[in-house]
């Protein structure tokens, strides 16, 4: 499958590179442009045909929410994703208006960052796809969370996303071998706490087995395996 490529608008370079630095971390993504004003922006949709922006709120040409609407009458495909200190309902009900993926608020967690690019590689995915278009698809397509099970189990308990264990368990899969919840953080792109609470998941519902190991130095442990 082809990357999806993704623009970052956002007027301050610094943090521009380091939601670069986090989008790097998704191998379905390439960062195909940084922009620093509307114009900029303009002019890489252009160019790029991105499938993705990241687009910032305070800019010193024009405002990002006003930017919104050119973007969608000339660029109606491309997804957004607001990342912005402004916290003013104006932009947010603008936002909603114009069919924005999702609204990050400064300074972004970087767990909800991946959270939020899990959803969009997921949605970007099924609409790519060939499945069969049906209330379960719609439903996925839309945010709702599915319970795999066909509706008979109890879904999945609170702290637990659906994406990001995907993730986790597609982690253990490939590898093959025991992994430590520092080492499936960093290849999800989440911290050794987020990873760690999905792998003990998986432990407790069967889906992964446990081991501590003993090194020669230092602590013991915990590794965990597929099932």
Request: with cysteine; net charge negative; charged share 30%.
């Amino acid at each position: 499958m082809n990357k999806i490529k993704a623009v970052i608008a956002e007027d301050d370079f610094r943090i521009a590179d380091i939601h670069e630095k986090f989008l790097q971390k998704f191998e379905e993504i390439e960062v195909v442009g940084k922009s620093l004003n509307g114009e900029q922006t303009l002019n890489l949709l252009e160019e790029n045909n991105p499938d993705l922006l990241l687009l910032d709120v305070y800019m010193p040409d024009l405002l990002g929410s006003d930017l919104l609407p050119l973007v969608r009458e000339r660029f109606p495909k491309v997804s957004i994703i607001m990342i912005t200190a402004a916290t003013d309902k104006v932009f947010l009900e603008k936002a909603l208006n114009c069919g924005v993926e999702n609204y990050l608020i400064k300074p972004v967690d970087r767990d909800r960052f991946n959270e939020v690019i899990y959803e969009y590689i997921k949605k970007h995915s099924l609409l790519l796809s060939n499945q069969e278009v049906n209330q379960n698809y719609a439903d996925l397509l839309f945010g709702k969370k599915v319970d795999e099970t066909g509706g008979k189990g109890k879904g999945l308990p609170k702290g637990i996303d659906e994406i990001t264990l995907g993730k986790v368990k597609n982690v253990l899969q490939i590898k093959n071998m025991g992994l430590s919840a520092e080492e499936v953080g960093k290849e999800i792109g989440a911290s050794r706490i987020t990873a760690r609470r999905y792998l003990e998941y998986l432990s407790s519902i069967k889906e992964a087995r446990t081991e501590v190991v003993y090194g020669i130095v230092g602590r013991p442990e915990r590794k965990y395996y597929p099932i």
